[in-house]
């Protein structure tokens, strides 16, 4: 398939985008057969948006602190992204609460990454959270976005065991080591059309996907 055919994605970053890049390597390497459109941060100082400049990607800054509420900032994005049609939308590591304004449009093609085994700790900190209660693991979770925190229906979880002597850094290196394995997986399959989000929830090939996500180490394809 040509580049030019390929679905589009629209990636939000705030920081390193290192989750960003992992979609930069499946593209390329066509494990997942899309082509991403556009970066866009609401930091401009954000690394990735560097990142994705050398990678030959569009990108757009749009610092959030320049509009007077969320939501006039939410229009603005809607409408910087509306030029490159995405069909996907990732939050990649985007640290700005969406409202509807955002979220409503993109229902069911909107995607997040959150570093823990949600509903678990959701927001910040996950990581410390988890080691603080005495958590045997901890995780990450992709799934669809909703106007609740974290709180939208999972689609993939993998859990990574806490190990003796672990720190909140040492865990979170060892978490996004699968990040970035599993959320190239969940967006292939909404593009493949094997995923969708309806009025029951989750649903992949035709099945309901149970409500913590598929567990990734439980053996997917
Ligand atoms: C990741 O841990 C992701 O799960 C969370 O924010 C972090 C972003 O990291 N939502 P990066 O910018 O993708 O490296």
């Given amino acids: 398939m040509s580049c030019s055919t390929a679905p589009r994605l629209a990636i939000l970053i705030s920081g390193r985008g290192s989750n960003m890049q992992s ?5 390329a390497s066509g494990t997942l057969d899309a082509r991403i459109a556009v970066v866009l941060s609401n930091r401009p100082d954000a690394k990735g948006l560097e990142l994705a400049q050398q990678a030959g990607i569009p990108t757009c800054a749009l610092d959030h602190r320049e ?14 992204l509306a030029p490159y049609e995405p069909d996907l939308v990732i939050l990649a590591g985007f640290m700005r609460i969406l409202t509807p304004v955002f979220i409503t449009p ?3 093609k909107l995607l997040n990454i959150h570093p823990s085994l949600l509903p678990k700790y959701p927001g910040l900190h996950t990581h410390q959270r988890a080691l603080d209660a005495g958590d045997a693991e901890a995780g990450v979770t992709v799934h669809f976005v909703t106007p ?6 999972p689609i993939i979880q993998a859990r990574v065991p806490v190990e003796p002597g672990d720190t909140a850094e040492t865990l979170a290196g060892r978490v996004l080591v699968v ?35 598929i567990d990734y180490f439980k053996g997917i394809d």
């Fill in 179 to 213: 990040e970035h394995e599993i959320y190239p997986i969940a967006a292939r399959w909404l593009l493949q059309g094997r995923l969708q989000l309806n009025n029951e929830g989750v649903v992949l090939d035709g099945s309901p996907v149970p409500a913590t996500g």
């Fill in 148 to 153: 609740e925190l974290d709180g939208g229906p």
């Fill in 67 to 80: 509009y007077p509420d969320r939501e006039s900032f939410d229009r603005a994005m809607v409408a910087a």
């Fill in 23 to 27: 979609f930069i390597q499946a593209c």
């Fill in 106 to 108: 993109f229902t069911g």
